[in-house]
C-alpha cells in the first residue's frame, strides 16, 4: 500500500513541465533545459530549449517506442534495445530514466526493510523488486518519506546485484495537491563526474494536451 500510496502522489491524466539539468562532469558544469508532455505512462513528449546547440531536439515515447529528431543532421532516430540504457547529453540519466512515469506499483514487489530517518524526515526503507524484465532496474532500495509518501533516496541495481545508480531529491515543495520532488540529484555511479541535478522549474497536473503534439509529425515542427 506504501507504493501505491507513492504513485496515487505523482499520478495525473496529464503534466507538462519545464526543467533544467546541470551536468556536473570532470570538465565542469553545464546546463540543459527543456519541456515535457506527458498523458498518463505510455505517451510523452520532450523539446530541448536550451542550449543553443541542443535547442531544437525532440524525443516523443509511445508505448515502449522512443524516436529522437537532431535539427543538426535533420534526422529522426529510433532508439531501442540497449540504445535506452544510454546518457541522455551526456548527463547521468539514460533515456528510460527521462521517459519512464511509471507506476511502482504494477511493476514490483515491495517489502518494508526498517523504519529510518533520512534528511530529518521519518522514512519507510523499502526494497522494491521487478516482477518481470520490463523496469530498467531489476531492483531499489527507496527511502520513502512516512507523511508525504515522496522517495527521498534510492539506490537502483542490476540483477546480478550491482548498483548502478543513485538519486537524492534535495527539495519537496506542496503543488496541485500533492508533494512534488523539484531538485533531485541522479548519480551513475559507472560514470566519472558528480552527478546530474534535475530540477523542475514549473509543473502543470492535468493540463490540456495538444493532440497533434503526442505524434511523429511532430517531432519535425
Known amino acids: 500500500w506504501i507504493l501505491q500510496r507513492v504513485d496515487d502522489n505523482m499520478a495525473s491524466g496529464t503534466k507538462i513541465s519545464r526543467s533544467r539539468m546541470i551536468i556536473q562532469g570532470r570538465g565542469g558544469s553545464r546546463s540543459v533545459e527543456s519541456r515535457s508532455w506527458i498523458r498518463g505512462t505510455e505517451e510523452s513528449f520532450n523539446e530541448y530549449l536550451a542550449p543553443p546547440r541542443e535547442r531544437g531536439t525532440k524525443m516523443l515515447k509511445l508505448s515502449d517506442r522512443l524516436w529522437t529528431f537532431f535539427p543538426s543532421t535533420d534526422r529522426t532516430i529510433l532508439i531501442s534495445g540497449h540504445m535506452l540504457r544510454q546518457s541522455v547529453m551526456g548527463s547521468d540519466l539514460s533515456y528510460e530514466d527521462l521517459m519512464e512515469d511509471p507506476h511502482l506499483f504494477d511493476m514490483y514487489t515491495a517489502e518494508i526493510l526498517r523504519e ?49 545508480k543513485t538519486t537524492e531529491v534535495r527539495q519537496v515543495e506542496r503543488q496541485g495537491g500533492r508533494w512534488v520532488a523539484r531538485e533531485m540529484l541522479f548519480k551513475d555511479v559507472l560514470k566519472s563526474g558528480e552527478g546530474t541535478v534535475f530540477i523542475i522549474e514549473t509543473i502543470e497536473f492535468d493540463a490540456e494536451i495538444p493532440p497533434h503534439l503526442l505524434t511523429k509529425a511532430a517531432l519535425r515542427r
Request: charge should be positive.
Open 116 to 164: 529510518e530517518t533520512y534528511a530529518d524526515r521519518p522514512c519507510w526503507v523499502l526494497r522494491l523488486v521487478a516482477k518481470d524484465t520490463s523496469p530498467a532496474y531489476h531492483a531499489r532500495e527507496m527511502w520513502v518519506d512516512r507523511e508525504r509518501f515522496v522517495p527521498l533516496k534510492e539506490n537502483r541495481f542490476a540483477k546480478s546485484g550491482k548498483l548502478l
